[in-house]
């Protein structure tokens, strides 16, 4: 089963799309979009999914998946904003 996970999160310095950290986050298995939050600077929205067999299986692969977007970003600093909550699709 897929389930779609959205992480709001924050960063001290806005992201540069030309920052080849940040372009290889789109190669990370199941990444979907990386969005600014037009309201609020330096926040983003992180989407992504995970395949897994049941929710708390999706809930461990998502944790496992943001640590490794969390990485790309390091740089920036990155802070989540709330609990990674996997949605079946």
């Excluded at 461990?60 to 998946?65: I, K, M, N, V």
């Excluded at 969390?70 to 989540?80: D, F, G, V, W």
Aim: proline share 9%.
């Amino acid at each position: 089963m897929r389930y779609e996970v959205n992480v709001p999160f924050e960063v001290a310095t806005p992201v540069s799309q030309s920052d080849p950290d940040v372009r290889s986050i789109t190669r990370i298995p199941g990444h979907l979009a990386l969005t600014p939050d037009p309201a609020h600077r330096g926040r983003y929205e992180l989407r992504f999914e995970v395949e897994a067999g049941s929710l708390r299986d999706a809930m461990d692969a998502a944790e496992d998946l943001w640590i490794e977007y969390e990485n790309a970003l390091a740089h920036y600093r990155p802070r989540r904003l709330a609990e990674v909550a996997p949605v079946a699709r």
